[in-house]
């Protein structure tokens, strides 16, 4: 990337918004030039210079024939290769630059208070057309920059930009200062009420071309059919909405790895960490949906999430569209499985140590100096009244995957069962998960296990308010009030630490461990295809991103959909290559295969409007390095030529069709093409595409 260093100084001051020169006459190296001027607020200003402009259009015309255009680079400013690079795309696209040949000067609208009073696309036509004459000089967008910074301040100063912003601002801008509506009416829009599709669609964009009509709407805007569903009352809205550009999500922004340990309610087997893949922006359905896959849960079983925070239960996912969004990757989530069952309670046991304390303090004797340690456990009870009895057998069935292989306990427990005629080898835990016999296959069966506990071990349990403040032990005598949650204190003794392997229970992965290496910058390719795909998938709306149902008159966290329905003569595709997370910020250089030719998108269009959906790229803006800096490019089809050339900011050079797939491509430019007969043959589906 070069830097003009000192020549910044020379940027000219932005002249009066009244008066504005546009260049008529031979462009110079600097950017200045000669030409005349009119004033943009007196109503015959335009039609003045009407001989004058076409005397200079002639001209164009005529040098074109003897030579070729549009080979003109551009100087770099200073960090201004974001700016050239979508700039060069720009006047690059047949329609644009078509228009911008032409007599453009009659559709500036000068009242649209959405506008910038026309500059914006004066300054931008003359500098096409600067890039459009003969000969291959290099141009300096001084005035160009400058009207930018004027109109859009994010821009001004010379530090590095994205160049899809820089394109989405200036697509937006020229669409209203070409407006051909002077007035824009108000309009009410009307849901859809379960009328037809193409009833609603022609509507919304009747509206839409009432109050915005221009040469950016009329080749660059396409429509989207949008489908909210309300997940409480089943409301069903159906709006049509226009779009400018395509942003498509890489595939490692579509979906995120997530570990979560679970932990057994029958005590069935050993706590086991999963690490499954799901949707990004899903909801705690789609983790348990991918769990229940990962574990080969059964249809009469359940999972419960949850998260874990310094030893105790912080919240629980009962919310199956509670978006995943509210999980972070440094949390701990856990879940419990166990069996299906109508009116149970839910039980959850927090583990408790003695505490080595030197000197006792008014908080440790609240707790009779103990501590929370490991992962509670948690697992449903009937909805019978309870006793200790019931909770201690509970218990001692979740434990029973943690007992070791051998201890002074389990001796004694097999000695008693068998009357003295123990065997010396026996080394199997009672109750023990066993990977060679399947789950629930135990070496003791549960009524042993319970007899054995109840006998050999005495677990001290402590019924808990809902904040584990106050405990008070469980009298074996009376029953326990039945509730929704029943929460206990386990405290653990040098009996139960002999017993049982409490290292399951502690040093609880998190959701995603991020690792700070060096990233590959050469990934597995994907098709653009699956890009699409991932950006039409059915997804939750963010808690942020809630939708007023006129049914239940309350926002709600609705499910949302989003399909092509009319799609536009220049198709702009966004490749989303910055990730931005909470503790990391991410350029993704992953490898997108997309096609240079017969982009059939057909099966992606709902709408029965007889276009053509094939497109053929002619423009791509390229960047190069890391977020936050790097370089841009720019690769562009010369149509009359079927040529393609490399735009370097001010270095121009023809490069093959085969060079111009890279990893670094981040804005495409796709054309209709017609389809027929006589159609050239090309890239017609992913099983042509090449890698």
Known sequence: MDSTGNELALVPLEPSRSSLTIAGGPTMSNGHSTGYSFNLNRGSALATGCSDIDDRYDSYNSVKKGDRGGLAGLQNLGNTCFMNSAI?????TPPLFEYFLQDYFEEINTENPLGMNGELAIAFGELLRKLWSSGRTTIAPRAFKGKLARFAPQFSGYNQHDSQELLAFLLDGLHEDLNRVKQKPYIETKDSDGRADE???????NYHKARNDSVIVDVCQGQYKSTLVCPVCGKISITFDPFMYLSLPMPSTVTRTMTVTMFYGDGSGLPMPYTVTVPKHGCCKDLSQALGTACCLRGDESLLLAEVREHAIHRYFENPLESLVSIKDDEHVVAYRSKKVTGRIKLEIIHRVQEKQEKFTSENLKGGGRKHFGTPLVTYLGEDALNEADISIAVSRMLSPLRRRYSSLTHKAHNSKENGFVSETTNEPLGSYNSQSGPGDQSINNTELEETSSRDMSLQLSLTNGIGLSCKPIDKDSLVKSSQLVKAFLDWSDKEHELYDSSY???LPEVH???????????????????LEAFLTEEPLGPDDMWYCPRCKEHRQATKKLDLWMLPDILVVHLKRFSYSRYLKNKLDTYVNFPIRNLDLSKYVKSKDGKSHVYELYAISNHYGGLGGGHYTAHAKLVDENRWYHFDDGHVAPVDENEIKTSAAYLLFYQRVKTGPGAEEGETSRANMDF
């Open 88 to 92: 060069q795309c720009l006047v690059h």
């Open 199 to 205: 009833e609603v669609a022609n509507e919304c964009w």
């Open 505 to 507: 229970l502690k040093d």
């Open 513 to 531: 461990k991020t690792v700070f290496t060096v990233k590959k910058t050469w990934q597995e390719a994907v098709s653009l295809f699956s890009c």
